[in-house]
């Protein structure tokens, strides 16, 4: 027994000492040393590795892992959260003596699993997280005495997740910067302590975009110190990084802070890139309701979650925050912030769908890319999902995506969504359903927004336009889910590259193994990022056309949406799902009433009242209610006149006709007696009116006669009156002249 144990404990000594030999064998043969640099905020130390690419043996690349652009917390002391938490990173950040930039810092918190996926014992999350790793070029002829003059084209890299995860350990730059590109990778806050907004001027919001332009600043100021080029920077991202990127195109505060920008997978006029203000609110109240803060008033809300709330407490409050019916994405997210503090301290002074259409958007070189299948790591997790998708389950998902979004025409939209996102040739077959519900996600997610930031941006500037459709044979995504969500992002940074000492290195774990057709696409992809971040054109005329796989990257062009198809045979295609993403940009909002950018209706907390299902319903029962009485009223009108009892024909008796001779000598009498009152009548009826008019003649001539009378005696007396009146004035006035004239005379 004691002689097993032993043998078993020398087999684990024996297999831990070989393993740690192994591990400190690669760093030794990887690690060439310890470099330091002079920066306008103090000196810094960094390390220097040899290229582990084959391809690239005299190659090195010099690393600086969790450079502060900000003040840190320490330098804040103890007021720290009434000057950093919910507050715009203000101050720079300084360090006395040499800055040791040879580890990572933590990552801003968050849940940590999504970033558990690549990155090896991940964990490490810290309140403290504004820092940066930089990873620059070194020809190994570089020495202190005798540097290199060149400045490096720069890559300024925001990572995606949604706004609620991510960090710059997942994103290695040395990769890219072995071919010459000096690459910088932001941790910025995120979740609630990134995004949270009252709606007011106590929680304004938009605390992650400004930690990234306050990063951007940073490497304006000191990225020469890292032979980067200040006036060469590119900024990219991916997802809710790529989003970022497209309002920094669009936001005053980021002016003159780069000048080439690559978005993948992510748009600026997504549904879920903006939050409406309304809804921000409602958000930070459930968040504060989870957390046992005030919700009533904003002020003494923010109090208690700045001061007495651990960023444990509020991270995990904000992943129990459920979006509100009818959203997709996340409840934190950048939001407008203009109303609020007013437009020239905003950083989106109004929402991007309506900043894209006014002349100031920075017009810079723009490359935008997607892959094919963006909606497969989206759609909802059905029960044997792996077989397929039946109709009356896709009929439901359009349902509940219907149901809360206040659309003027749900019946018409439900039924226009079913039509565009049905394979006729085989309607009802469940794997077509499942790949159509596929494309609908995706296209309404990312392709149709995408679609729209290019045509808006191609009118002043250029823009390339990829889609990723390679498929690696050892794929760790199910064949069915084809190239998902984020797949093209580990060809750019050459995770096909990594190896064994890559990983002990970097400590990254890459999720699946790659082959040489693999590395192949990545080396495509990179020279192609790098081309473009240095020259604007990501296949320049003076280099060697077999880099790019003989195919040269055609500009997007807006007559026929030109883009690059990158795959095993990669070529210029046209036209990209143009008809679907149109359905989206210019039919939905026909039948919603509103455009699926922009919409200034809120969602509605409670259902409508029948929805199209439940419509028809009623309407089928109305119209076989009406069938059946109409059905009744029918068969009891037929029983009726079954019933009723028939009468013979009439025939003409001998008793009828002397009826008949009775009523026409009766009718003869009748008529006889008639005329004969008729005359009588007309003879009294002439009298009397003679009569009368006799009567009114005689009157009317004694009238006449007592009026000529009457007038005569007026006149004669008015005449009189007249004469009388007249001789008074006539002696009255001669008596007045005389008067005057004696006056006059004396």
């Not at 193994?513 to 020259?535: A, P, Q, V």
């Amino acid at each position: 027994m004691w002689s097993t144990k032993f043998l078993l404990w020398t087999l684990w000594l024996f297999t831990t000492v070989v393993n740690s030999e192994v591990v400190v064998d690669i760093k030794l043969k990887s690690f060439a040393g310890y470099i330091e640099k002079d920066t306008p905020y103090g000196k810094i130390r960094g390390m220097t590795y040899y290229s582990q690419y084959e391809q690239l043996p005299d190659r090195q690349v010099n690393v600086f892992l969790g450079v502060p652009y900000a003040k840190t917390l320490e330098q804040h002391g103890s007021q720290w959260r009434e000057k950093y938490r919910f507050h715009n990173p203000d101050d720079d950040p300084y360090w006395y003596g040499t800055y040791d930039a040879t580890k990572h810092k933590p990552a801003c918190p968050q849940m940590p699993w999504y970033v558990k996926e690549t990155v090896l014992n991940f964990n490490e999350v810290a309140e403290d997280c504004l820092y940066l790793d930089i990873y620059t070029p070194n020809i190994a002829s570089e020495s202190k005495n005798n540097p290199s003059p060149n400045l490096y084209p720069v890559i300024v890299y925001l990572h995606g997740g949604g706004f609620i995860m991510g960090a710059s350990k997942q994103w290695p730059g040395i990769f890219l910067a072995e071919r010459f590109t000096v690459v910088v990778v932001v941790n910025f806050r995120l979740n609630a302590l990134g995004f949270l907004s009252t709606g007011d001027r106590y929680s304004p919001g938009n605390y992650g975009m400004f930690d990234q332009v306050k990063a951007m600043q940073f490497v304006r100021k000191a990225i020469r110190s890292f032979r980067g080029d200040p006036n060469r920077i590119t900024l990219m991202g991916h997802s809710s990084g790529a989003a970022a990127v497209g309002m920094h195109l669009l936001s005053g505060r980021s002016v003159d802070l780069f000048h080439r920008a690559a978005m993948m997978s992510g748009s600026e006029l997504s549904e879920w890139a903006v939050i409406p203000l309304h809804e921000a609110k409602e958000y930070a109240k459930r968040l504060s309701r989870e957390v046992g803060c005030p919700t009533g008033d904003s002020l003494q809300m923010m109090d208690c979650l700045r001061n007495y709330r651990s960023f444990e407490q509020i991270v995990n409050a904000s992943a129990k925050v459920p979006m509100l019916p009818g959203r997709i994405g996340n409840p934190w997210a950048p939001v407008v912030d203009g109303p609020i503090v007013g437009v020239n301290y905003a950083f989106l002074s109004e929402h991007p769908a309506l900043l894209r259409r006014q002349v100031g958007q920075k017009k810079v070189s723009l490359m935008v890319g997607m892959v094919k299948d963006e909606g497969a790591f989206f759609i909802p997790n059905l029960p044997n999902l792996i077989d397929g998708v039946t109709e009356p389950q896709f009929s439901n998902i359009i349902d509940e995506f219907i149901r809360y979004r206040n659309v003027e025409k749900p019946i018409a939209l439900k039924d226009a969504i079913e039509f565009q996102y049905t394979y006729w040739p085989q309607p009802s077959n469940y794997s077509f359903i499942r790949k159509k519900l596929i494309e609908m996600m995706g296209d309404y997610m990312f392709g149709a927004a995408i679609s729209e930031t290019i045509r808006q941006h191609v009118q002043h500037s250029t823009v390339y336009s990829y889609v990723f459709e390679y498929s690696s044979l050892r794929n760790y995504v199910p064949q069915w889910r084809g190239v998902s969500h984020g797949q093209d992002m580990d060809y750019i940074f050459g995770l096909p590259f990594i190896n064994e000492t890559y990983r002990e290195l970097l400590g990254i774990f890459p999720r699946q193994y790659y082959d040489y057709s693999d590395r192949n696409i990545s080396e495509y992809m990179i020279n192609m990022i790098t081309n473009f971040t240095s020259s604007g054109e990501p296949t320049p005329e003076g280099e060697q056309i077999k880099n790019f796989r003989n195919v040269r990257w055609w500009h997007y062009n807006k007559e026929n949406h030109t883009y690059l198809c990158i795959n095993n045979k990669s070529r210029n295609l046209d036209s990209y799902r143009q008809n679907e993403f149109h359905f989206w940009n210019d039919y939905y909002p026909k039948l919603a009433g509103y455009s699926i950018y922009y919409r200034s209706q809120p969602a509605s907390e409670n259902p409508a009242k029948t929805s199209s299902f439940e419509l028809a319903t009623w309407s089928l029962a109305a119209a076989c209610g009406v069938l059946l009485f109409t059905v009744i009223c029918l068969a009891i009108l037929l029983c009726w006149r079954s019933r009723t009892k028939k009468y013979p024909k009439y025939h003409a008796s001998p008793t009828s006709e002397r009826q008949y001779d009775r009523y026409d000598r009766s009718t003869a009498g009748y008529e006889d007696r008639y005329d004969r009152s008729t005359t009588g009548y007309d003879d009294r009826y002439d009298r009397s009116t003679a009569a009368y008019n006799d009567r009114f003649d005689r009157s009317t001539a004694a009238y006449n006669d007592k009026y000529d009378r009457s007038t005569a005696a007026y006149n004669d007396r008015y005449d009189r009156s007249t004469a009388g009146y007249n001789d008074r004035y006539d002696r009255s006035t001669a008596g007045y002249d005389d008067r005057y004239d004696r006056s006059t005379a004396c």
